[in-house]
C-alpha cells in the first residue's frame, strides 16, 4: 500500500519527481522524503490562535502564511520571562565569612588558609579575627564562579558564608 500526500495544498507525485516533503509506505516502513523547500509557520499557543491563523485574523493577519511550498518548520513564539534574582557572571562577588563560634580559632584559620589561594596565616588569622569580632569579614573579590565555589567549599567544611555583590 502506498501513500501520498499532499502539503499546503500541493499533489505530491513519486519521490523522485517531487519537491515537497511526502511520506510513502513501502512494506509498512513510512519514509519521508524532503525538498529544499520550506515552510514558516508558528505553533499555537491556544485552539483560538489556531483558528486565527487558519481562518485569518481580521486586519493586518491575513492568517497562515507560507514562504513557499514544502516542508513546514514550526517555531514556537518565546516567551521572555522576567527572572528575579538574576546573578550577572562578570560581576565581582564578596565572600562574606561570619563570626562562627562552634568551632575552633584554629581550625578556622587552617580552613580558610587552605580553601582560598595565596592566604597566608597572618592574613586568615586576621580575616577570622575580624569575623570572631564584628560578626563578619569579607574574604575576598572574585568573579560570581570563583566566588561561589569558594564559599562552597568554606560551608562543606561547616563554616557559615554568604556571597554578596561588590
Not at 60 to 85: D, F, H, I, Y
Not at 97 to 107: A, C, E, I, N, V
Amino acid at each position: 500500500m502506498a501513500f501520498v500526500g499532499s502539503v499546503a495544498g500541493v499533489g505530491l507525485g513519486s519521490s523522485s519527481s517531487m519537491g515537497a516533503a511526502a511520506a510513502v509506505a513501502v512494506s509498512g516502513k513510512p519514509r519521508v522524503v524532503e525538498s529544499k523547500a520550506a515552510v514558516r509557520m508558528q505553533v499555537p499557543n491556544s485552539p483560538s490562535e489556531l483558528f486565527r491563523q487558519n481562518r485569518g485574523g481580521g486586519i493586518g493577519n491575513p492568517g497562515l502564511q507560507t514562504q513557499s511550498t514544502g516542508t513546514a518548520v514550526l517555531e514556537r513564539p518565546v516567551e521572555k520571562v522576567p527572572q528575579t534574582g538574576q546573578t550577572d557572571p562578570g560581576a565581582f562577588y564578596k565572600v562574606i565569612l561570619f563570626g562562627d563560634k562552634s568551632h575552633p580559632k584554629q581550625y578556622i584559620v587552617k580552613t580558610v588558609m587552605n580553601v582560598i589561594p595565596g592566604m597566608t596565616f597572618d592574613s586568615a588569622t586576621a580575616k577570622v579575627e575580624e569575623a570572631l569580632k564584628t560578626g563578619t569579614s569579607v574574604v575576598g573579590v572574585w568573579i560570581f564562579e570563583q566566588a561561589e565555589m569558594y564559599c562552597d567549599l568554606l560551608r562543606s567544611a561547616g563554616l557559615k558564608c554568604d556571597l554578596r555583590e561588590a
